[in-house]
């Protein structure tokens, strides 16, 4: 394999903490489990189930869901292939949001939408307890922060939720969140596309880049889950330093973009998802790759620049 004359990084930590919780440093989730724009069944069910059963041959023990996916598909198909569960398998979801009859996403984040959201997460993946739960937030359902945070709260101190998370936050938000109770990992945009344009249109409000909120993370030991961390197909000719480096490592974009979010930053937890047990194996293989400090360097550049 080519070498670039630049050093290499030290080799970055197999896993991370997620409060008592302790997992592999790339997860899997399960977006890409139901239909067509993550509604409904899945054209081939029994692939979907593959993908989720080789999960667990790989070594995977830390999957994303939520149970707006499909709604519900994703979480069945959870627990019709992996329940009883083993006893290192975390699986965190993520309340705040729903899906329209229209097939549109829309925000949950009201006080009683939570606890049904809780309800019905923890039905469907056959939980007493979720080890993890996001609360994604969005400046557009104008349900004041810390009214939906305080429900999220009553729900963890009712033992229906073991640890509290965030996602789609800025760092204002994370630290008013820190002032109430521990947070676990931040769920937040963030690829090789850069981010920051896309967030402020998602969250519908003026919010720092995602390295703003990467860094807050990584100053207090919280995991940053980067959501979209393969940037939907945005990769390869776009991004010349990401292709080089695919080229230099016999690697494809998009195990290069993985290798970089795993030398980003320690408490990088990477959640890519997939619907092809192949691609599975293709996501994985990536830990393997040991970018050089000027590879990174330069992808990072390219992914300020796209932003």
Same mark, same amino acid.
């Given at each position: 394999?080519?070498?670039?004359?630049?050093?290499? !990084?030290?080799?970055?930590?197999?896993?991370?903490?997620?409060?008592?919780?302790?997992?592999?440093?790339?997860?899997?989730?399960?977006?890409?489990?139901?239909?067509?724009?993550?509604?409904? #069944?899945?054209?081939?069910?029994?692939?979907?189930?593959?993908?989720? =059963? %080789?999960?667990? #041959?790989?070594?995977?023990?830390?999957? +994303?869901?939520?149970?707006?996916?499909?709604?519900?598909?994703?979480?069945?198909?959870?627990?019709?292939?992996?329940?009883?569960?083993?006893?290192?398998?975390?699986?965190?979801?993520?309340?705040?949001?729903? %899906?329209?009859?229209?097939?549109?996403?829309?925000?949950?984040?009201?006080?009683?939408?939570?606890? #049904?959201?809780?309800?019905?997460?923890?039905?469907?993946? =056959?939980?007493?307890?979720?080890?993890?739960?996001?609360?994604?937030?969005?400046?557009?359902?104008?349900?004041?922060?810390?009214?939906?945070? +305080?429900?999220?709260?009553?729900?963890?101190?009712?033992?229906?939720?073991?640890?509290? @998370?965030?996602?789609?936050?800025?760092?204002?938000?994370?630290?008013?969140?820190?002032?109430?109770?521990?947070?676990?990992?931040?769920?937040?945009? !963030?690829?090789?596309?850069?981010?920051?344009?896309?967030?402020?249109?998602?969250?519908?409000?003026?919010?720092?880049?995602?390295?703003?909120?990467?860094?807050?993370?990584?100053? %207090?030991?919280?995991? !940053?889950?980067? !959501?979209?961390?393969?940037? @939907?197909?945005?990769?390869?000719?776009?991004?010349?330093?990401?292709?080089?480096?695919? #080229?230099?490592?016999?690697?494809?974009?998009?195990?290069?973009?993985?290798?970089?979010?795993?030398? =980003?930053?320690?408490?990088?937890?990477?959640?890519?998802?997939?619907?092809?047990?192949?691609?599975? +194996?293709?996501?994985?293989?990536?830990?393997?790759?040991?970018?050089? @400090?000027?590879?990174?360097?330069?992808?990072?550049?390219?992914?300020?620049? @796209?932003?």
């Amino acid at each position: 394999m080519p070498e670039s004359h630049a050093s290499t !990084f030290a080799s970055p930590p197999e896993t991370i903490r997620l409060g008592d919780l302790e997992v592999r440093r790339l997860g899997f989730g399960a977006m890409r489990l139901p239909g067509k724009d993550v509604w409904g #069944e899945p054209e081939h069910p029994e692939r979907a189930r593959a993908v989720l =059963r %080789r999960t667990r #041959e790989l070594g995977i023990n830390f999957i +994303d869901t939520a149970w707006y996916y499909g709604p519900h598909v994703a979480n069945r198909l959870i627990a019709e292939t992996l329940h009883p569960y083993p006893k290192d398998l975390v699986i965190a979801t993520k309340l705040g949001g729903k %899906r329209l009859p229209d097939t549109s996403w829309a925000g949950a984040a009201r006080p009683e939408e939570l606890r #049904e959201g809780c309800e019905e997460d923890l039905r469907g993946l =056959r939980r007493d307890v979720l080890d993890v739960v996001h609360m994604r937030y969005t400046g557009a359902q104008q349900v004041p922060f810390l009214e939906s945070l +305080d429900a999220l709260i009553e729900l963890k101190r009712a033992g229906k939720i073991r640890h509290l @998370a965030l996602s789609n936050v800025n760092v204002a938000q994370l630290e008013e969140a820190l002032g109430r109770t521990p947070i676990v990992a931040v769920q937040n945009l !963030f690829n090789i596309a850069g981010g920051t344009g896309q967030l402020a249109r998602m969250t519908h409000a003026e919010v720092e880049g995602p390295e703003a909120v990467l860094e807050a993370c990584a100053a %207090r030991g919280i995991a !940053f889950l980067p !959501f979209f961390p393969l940037s @939907a197909g945005a990769l390869g000719k776009a991004h010349p330093a990401l292709s080089g480096a695919a #080229e230099r490592h016999r690697a494809t974009p998009a195990q290069i973009a993985i290798a970089w979010l795993l030398a =980003r930053s320690p408490v990088m937890l990477p959640i890519p998802g997939t619907s092809s047990p192949e691609h599975l +194996d293709e996501n994985w293989a990536a830990r393997s790759i040991r970018l050089t @400090a000027d590879e990174v360097g330069a992808i990072a550049r390219e992914a300020r620049t @796209a932003g």
